[in-house]
């Protein structure tokens, strides 16, 4: 089992996992010819993908589905809504257009979609259970929900949000109604939200944690591993040792294998 988050944050998220003999990428946020080059990069060839997964139809998810997807002819799975909000719908082949209820199977990889807490028509995130283990993908959260939290409990691998530090959105320069969308209900999670939930949850030895869809105005890698564990170490929780913490990028890789 393996994951590559290829790019993470507001410029664009792309996630590959490989789970046997099946490859998925979770979201093609990114242009097709970086998801190129970025799977290219790990030795990844785009036609040999399973299947796309889309968590909801905002641009950083979706920017290079319809070139990666008319070039490579892949199935792509969304909600029925999401499907209707993404734009470049139309352009795509329709047998690759693949609606999801909440369980479905790709290859030999079991897929469950949750529900979150974001502004977009019916976002999700996704978990996958392969030989015993359960791997979960969960951000563009406002709040953390009941089925969140349910579908994070035993995770042996979380890429999960820690969008912004409070104190810098607070002082930012972003306009305050962006402000309040990034910390409402339907925005994005803080640094201390992705403490406090991983601090919550049931979890399994070595829980090996990703920190993702940090903000480049609003955060810094170092802050949020900081800030993060931190916060792990005051509720009990020992980073390194309970819980694995590894960052994300813009543009740079980050990978694991299990
Ligand atoms: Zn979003
Ligand atoms: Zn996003």
């Not at 979150?116 to 996704?126: E, M, N, R, T, W």
């Amino acid at each position: 089992m393996q994951v590559h988050i290829l790019a993470s944050g507001s410029t664009g998220n792309v996630a590959y996992f490989k789970f046997g003999n099946t490859r998925l990428l979770v979201d093609a946020g990114i242009s097709a010819r970086r998801i190129e080059t970025k799977l290219a990069l790990i030795g990844v060839k785009a036609g040999d993908i399973d299947g796309v997964l889309i968590t909801h139809e905002h641009v950083d998810h979706i920017k290079g589905l319809d070139v990666f997807i008319r070039r490579y002819h892949l199935p792509v799975f969304a909600r029925a809504a999401t499907w209707e909000a993404i734009p470049c719908r139309h352009k795509l082949p329709p047998e690759c257009c693949i609606t999801i209820e909440d369980q479905f199977q790709i290859g030999g990889v079991e897929a469950e979609a949750h529900n979150i807490s974001h502004d977009a028509v019916d976002p999700v995130g996704f978990s996958f259970h392969y030989r015993r283990k359960k791997w979960v993908i969960a951000t563009d959260m406002g709040i953390i929900t009941e089925n969140v939290l349910k579908a994070l409990a035993g995770a042996d691998l979380v890429v999960l949000e820690s969008n912004h530090d409070r104190d810098m959105l607070k002082n930012g320069p972003y306009p305050r109604f962006l402000k309040q969308r990034i910390a409402g209900r339907y925005g994005h999670l803080s640094n201390h939200d992705a403490a406090a939930v991983l601090a919550r949850i049931s979890r399994k030895e070595q829980m090996q944690v990703f920190l993702a869809h940090l903000s480049q105005e609003n955060n810094h890698p170092d802050l949020a591993l900081k800030t993060v564990s931190d916060s792990l170490l005051k509720q009990g929780c020992q980073p390194g040792e309970d819980i694995k913490l590894h960052l994300t990028y813009p543009d740079t890789t980050m990978s694991f294998t299990g």
